[in-house]
């Protein structure tokens, strides 16, 4: 059974530093294109970056630099290193899973991030506040 568990949140300075955790438990016979997202407040679902079991990733432009996607394949946990974090930066995180070639699958991970609608599995996030 599939189950997704951010952690990792909280709040944090302008210009400071925060790792998001996400512990997952997966099909072991599915390969899974994994990714982070972020919703904040009166906005749209954006994706940030994502991975695929090969070890690719793909992040949005303005993440690109800062945000720093891995996974550690033997504790079977997502991360995403945040780096220099700004006011526009509060949102609540999500971790995201997709079967890789089923269902409405797009390529990964280039396209995951731009297509929060495909995503079959989601954490229930962890918020992340910018404090001044």
């Known amino acids: 059974w599939v189950r997704l568990m951010e952690s990792g949140g909280g709040a944090v300075q302008p210009g400071g530093s925060l790792r998001l955790s996400c512990e997952t438990s997966?099909?072991?016979?599915?390969?899974?294109?994994m990714g982070w997202f972020r919703q904040a407040f009166g906005k749209v679902r954006e994706g940030i970056a994502a991975i695929h079991p090969n070890g690719t990733t793909s992040y949005v432009d303005t993440m690109k630099g800062r945000f720093t996607i891995s996974k550690d394949n033997g504790k079977n946990t997502l991360y995403l290193q945040m780096n220099n974090l700004k006011p526009e930066s509060a949102a609540q995180y999500y971790c995201?899973?997709?079967?890789?070639?089923?269902?409405?699958?797009?390529?990964?991970?280039?396209?995951?991030?731009?297509?929060?609608?495909?995503?079959?599995?989601w954490g229930k996030g962890t918020p992340v506040t910018i404090s001044s």
């Open positions: 997966l099909d072991p016979t599915t390969a899974y294109c």
């Open positions: 995201a899973a997709d079967p890789i070639g089923k269902g409405d699958y797009v390529p990964c991970p280039a396209m995951f991030i731009r297509s929060p609608h495909v995503v079959d599995y």
